[in-house]
């Protein structure tokens, strides 16, 4: 049995896929969960999983913490600015430790330009594939998409009452359920024949914020309504809400990527990999909404 790795286990993804390991047979003692804080991760060591403490920004931990691993998922971190720098070391650490195989959670995009309206997230994702690529180590690069899981950050906690205020037009998304993604990424890890390919990480169906609001509409018997304002008068309005300035950045970002459909796709390895339909819109906000009807 191969002894696995997953970075960023106490996050959402990685204690996902580590559950889905578990489920489907593989063993607690060949997993190994990396994490910078040992409190955060009793749940993985009840378990019976073996916990790594360490860092992206401290080589010698990775290092120390790769020791006898044959396969490496490198969740991507959440330093923006330091990103690239430390999926370096992870790549560079992974090799001098011996492991094998590193698996990647990068994300879709058409626009690699630097007019690109994701530029400032793409760009690490980029830097990190290129060097996964030219490290002589196998690799597998996920492409996911946005996560349905995202949808209620977007259209914010009131969205029955309010409607849904967001500056994307009619862009489409393949959103992808959180959980589907975690499962297929298990079920690559537990296989072979997956070394040095990409997967498109999408839904099977691309939806647009109508589409959204229409299901939503549906579900509860209330009209949701849909606005897409300009990119000035979403700022203006979220800054008036006292909004924090990088959120709204952040936000406004994200709909003009959308706007301009850069997670809009129509080829996806999603379904093949996880070995059934992924999570639909519609089931994912009657899950969602469902005890609000």
């Known amino acids: 049995m191969s002894k696995i790795l997953i970075t960023g286990a106490s996050g959402h993804f990685g204690m996902s896929t580590i559950n889905f390991l578990i489920e489907k047979g593989v063993p607690a003692s060949s997993i190994t969960g990396l994490v910078r804080d040992e409190s955060k991760a009793k749940n993985l060591s009840d378990k019976g999983i073996n916990i790594k403490v360490g860092d992206y920004a ?119 359920a959180r959980e589907n993604l975690a499962e297929a990424t298990a079920n690559v890890l537990m296989e072979t024949g ?38 000035e008068d979403y700022r203006e309005t979220l800054t008036n809400a006292g909004v924090p300035a990088e959120y709204i950045g952040m936000f406004s970002s994200f709909a003009e990527a959308i706007k301009q459909g850069e997670f809009e796709s129509v080829n996806s390895d999603l379904e093949t990999l996880l070995g059934k339909k992924p999570v639909s819109l519609k089931e994912y906000l009657t899950q969602t909404y469902g005890g609000i009807k």
């Open 194 to 231: 997956h070394e040095n390919k990409e997967y498109a990480m999408n839904n099977i169906e691309s939806y647009t914020f109508q589409s959204v609001a229409d299901e939503l509409s549906a579900w509860t018997g209330n009209k949701v309504s849909y606005v897409s304002p300009s990119k």
């Open 58 to 176: 401290d080589y010698q931990s990775l290092v120390t913490a790769f020791q006898g691993v044959d396969k490496l998922l490198l969740i991507s971190g959440t330093d923006i600015s330091n990103r690239a720098s430390q999926h370096r070391n992870v790549i560079n650490a992974a090799k001098e430790a011996g492991v094998k195989h590193v698996l990647y959670t990068s994300f879709e995009r058409k626009n690699e330009s630097d007019d690109s309206p994701m530029a400032l997230l793409a760009q690490s994702h980029i830097e990190t594939e290129k060097a996964l690529k030219e490290s002589g180590l196998n690799y597998t690069i996920f492409r996911n998409n946005l996560y349905l899981d995202v949808i209620p950050l977007f259209v914010g906690q009131q969205v029955l009452e309010t409607g849904i205020y967001f500056p994307a037009g009619q862009g489409k998304v393949a959103f992808a």
